[in-house]
């Protein structure tokens, strides 16, 4: 048995191998490298000593403890300059990224988990995208390797959930004013219209290959970068294959901010008729690492209080799977996390988080 998807009365669940509803609450950016900097390496070799120390001593004894019980995206922010917030249709950004988790270390976690399926390079955070011909051949071929060399690996797990593709995708034009080359010099109007073709083609072709390689679990598809805005082309392309609208989305810290936030999510869900995961949110204070990471929430204790008061909503929504959080432990690139640099957690923001991680866990769904 593996995870599966439940619509019943008008409210979505995933369901677990055993039967059980299952509201997915994950932990993004999972990197050891970020315990492995000059001023911390040292803690890492007397704390952990190896990666397989590291994973089941630190990461899944952490994740229980604080009520996450997802794996999330495991690929960390690691270089790259930032502001005090990403500006998408201003200047182009260049964030490098580490390497993901290898299938070897997700199975062995013995955690449910998601896995990354980078099908083209077009993120936001891509200073320089490689928009693919996703008519040719080429890509097609592509698309097949990606499957069996990513899906083989976990067709038989029963702690996957299923597969993402490619983060927050601009699939509005890029800042760097790259694009696919069948849309360059189109208008607004004609842009949008060609558009749905090219999803279409994108996602017909890697789904067809992941379901061939793995008929098992669910795809969830890209994760959407809701603050910049998701084209009504691309959802409506994306619904004729992907399981989960996934969906990145970091609200203001207000109570307006956090509103507009589940009506987005709402709309989004409204529109493609299918449930939605929020596979990324977070929100930051000023550290001593990391000072000029400025925001309106001036300590731990207020990103704490702003974690409840951002999600629980979300839990009363009947479409709502639930959502996987921003950041482990603090490194120099993203600046903020669960943990400082020294591999200590704050706790003024992790204790009303595993107040809410139970609650969510525990509740029915709706």
Known sequence: MTFRLSHSDGAWTLVDPQGEPFVSVGLNHVDETNLKYTHNHDLW????????????????????????????????????????????????????????????????????????????????????????????????????????????????????????????P?????????????????????????????????????????????????????????????PGAVLTAMKHFVDVLSVQYFPEPTAEGRQEMVRRLRAWHEYTGKPVLLADVGNWTPTTLNPHRTSALESQAARGADYIAALEPLLAEPWFLGWHWCGYVENTARGWGLKDPWDEPYADVVTPIRELNARATRLPRP
């Open 45 to 168: 070799k007397q704390r952990y000593g190896s990666r397989r120390s590291w994973i089941a001593d630190g990461v899944v004894e952490d994740l229980r403890s604080w009520g996450f019980n997802t794996i999330g995206w495991t690929q960390e922010y690691v270089t790259g300059g930032w502001g005090e917030a990403l500006d998408w249709f201003g200047a182009p950004i260049d964030l490098g990224h580490s390497l993901p988790w290898s299938a070897a270390d997700l199975i062995s976690s013995g955690m449910p988990y998601v896995v990354q399926i980078r099908v083209s390079e077009i993120e936001d955070w891509n200073g320089h995208p490689w928009f693919p011909d996703v008519y040719s051949e080429e890509f097609d071929a592509y698309c097949e390797y990606l499957a069996r060399s990513i899906c083989v690996d976990h067709v038989d797990s029963e702690n996957l959930i299923g597969y993402f593709l490619v983060d927050i």
């Open 170 to 230: 601009a699939w509005l034009p890029h800042a760097s004013g790259a694009d696919f080359a069948i849309l360059r010099g189109l208008d607004e109007r004609s842009r949008n219209i060609k558009l749905y073709d090219v999803a279409y083609r994108y996602y017909e072709t890697i789904t067809r290959h992941i379901r061939a390689a793995d008929p098992n679990h669910l795809v969830l598809g890209d994760r959407y970068n809701g603050n910049k805005g998701i």
